[in-house]
């Protein structure tokens, strides 16, 4: 349980989801039809990913969380059951499900309820560059955000986390960017830090926990050296499990 003398949060997170399902099986033979492997499933199940993993993340932070979100797709992935290593991931588009109609119901919410906004912008078509400039700009608290778009001068005055990749692709930037190295380091402005070394099974769901990690912990204590660290714990025990996988603080602590 959470110290009962820390001071609980209030986050509203906003972005797209999935529904990531998981079949594990073996590759035994060539099919004889085609020069190609043949998984035998063994076994299947589903979680929510994305935006949704984002909030089981603050979920098990004890995080007072509500979301606005919408499935966009449906991932399926396909693992060697016994070496845990994935072998094939197919998506496919599925109906919008939850929440609200569409992004702008957003705008319906007291912003100045909560904390800070989290943005987990996956870039499938829910949150447009309007929508998130418009939430910039009625929200004066703290913003965190992680996306795939890559003008990111536009999202001025947010805390941008992104990794080394999607920072690699950008065609322009705001003042606010950690950039996640994968396993070697993060980069904040020209601070570095070094993620604690762990056998990572699979990187599946880090990039959420870290964001989720990030924002608790800067919104608690308003360090954001600190919250950095805490945030690679975090993402460092996720690294360790197959699929999304959503530490809890006792673990991470």
Do not use: W
């Not at 070394?197 to 599946?204: L, P, R």
């Amino acid at each position: 349980m959470m110290n009962q003398q820390q001071k609980q949060s209030k986050i509203l997170l906003i972005g797209d989801s999935c529904y990531d399902e998981y079949h594990f099986g073996t590759v035994t033979r060539i099919s004889p039809e085609a020069p190609i492997p043949v998984f035998d499933k063994v076994k299947s199940y589903m979680k929510y990913g994305m935006a949704s993993n984002v909030f089981d993340n603050f979920f098990k932070l004890g995080v007072d969380v509500n979301i606005i979100t919408q499935f966009m797709e449906r991932k399926h992935r396909y693992i060697d059951i016994k070496s845990n290593q994935q072998l094939l991931r197919v998506d496919e588009k599925c109906e919008r499900e939850i929440s609200f109609d569409n992004a702008e119901d957003i705008f319906d919410l007291d912003f100045d309820s909560y904390d800070a906004l989290v943005i987990s912008d996956y870039d499938k078509g829910f949150l447009s560059y309007d929508v998130i400039e418009k939430i910039i700009s009625e929200y004066h608290g703290p913003i965190f955000m992680d996306t795939k778009k890559r003008d990111l001068a536009r999202f001025q005055g947010c805390i941008i986390k992104i990794n080394e990749y999607e920072y690699s692709k950008a065609t322009s930037y705001c003042d606010s960017i950690i950039v996640t190295h994968g396993s070697e380091k993060v980069t904040y402005g020209n601070d570095t830090f070094r993620p604690p070394k762990v056998e990572a099974h699979d990187v599946c769901g880090a990039g959420d926990t870290f964001l989720a990690a990030l924002a608790y912990n800067y919104t608690l204590y308003g360090d954001m050296n600190k919250a950095i660290e805490f945030a690679m714990k975090a993402a460092a025990i996720t690294v360790q499990h197959v699929g999304v996988y959503a530490p809890s603080l006792e673990e991470i602590k």
